[in-house]
C-alpha cells in the first residue's frame, strides 16, 4: 500500500521558517522523483519544487527562490521542504508528490497558515 504522509505543517509569522516532511512507504521511494505543490484557497494546485531520485537536480517556483528548499533522504524514504522568510502568500495546503515510471502518487496534505 502506497503512502505519502506530509506533516509539519501550522501557524506561523511573516519571515518564519518552517520544515515539511514527506514520509512514504510501499514503493521503491528512491527511484521516484519528488515534487511539491501548494494550492492556496480557490486557486489551482501549483508547482513549487522539485527534487530528481538522486539528488542531482532540483527546481523551483520562481516566487519560492531563494527561500525554499527541497531536499529527500533516501534511506529514510522521506521527502522534505525547507521554507524561510515566509509571506502570507505562501498560506496553502502543501502536497508532495512521487512520480516516475509511469506512476503518479499524492500525500493527503499539510496547512500552512502564514499570519501576523
Known amino acids: 500500500q502506497v503512502q505519502l504522509v506530509e506533516s509539519g505543517g501550522g501557524l506561523l509569522q511573516p519571515g518564519g521558517s518552517l520544515r515539511l516532511s514527506c514520509a512514504t512507504s510501499?514503493?521503491?521511494?528512491?527511484?521516484?522523483?519528488i515534487s511539491w505543490y501548494r494550492q492556496a484557497p480557490g486557486k489551482e494546485r501549483r508547482l513549487v519544487a522539485g527534487?530528481?531520485?538522486?539528488?542531482?537536480?532540483?527546481r523551483y517556483e520562481e516566487s519560492v527562490k531563494g527561500r525554499f528548499t527541497v531536499s529527500r533522504d533516501n534511506v529514510k524514504n522521506t521527502a522534505y521542504l525547507q521554507m524561510n522568510r515566509v509571506a502570507p502568500e505562501d498560506t496553502a495546503v502543501y502536497f508532495c508528490?512521487?512520480?516516475?515510471?509511469?506512476?503518479?502518487?499524492w500525500g493527503q496534505g499539510t496547512q500552512v497558515t502564514v499570519s501576523s
Open positions: 508528490n512521487a512520480w516516475g515510471w509511469g506512476e503518479s502518487y
Open positions: 510501499g514503493f521503491t521511494f528512491g527511484r521516484y522523483a
Open positions: 527534487i530528481t531520485s538522486t539528488s542531482d537536480q532540483t
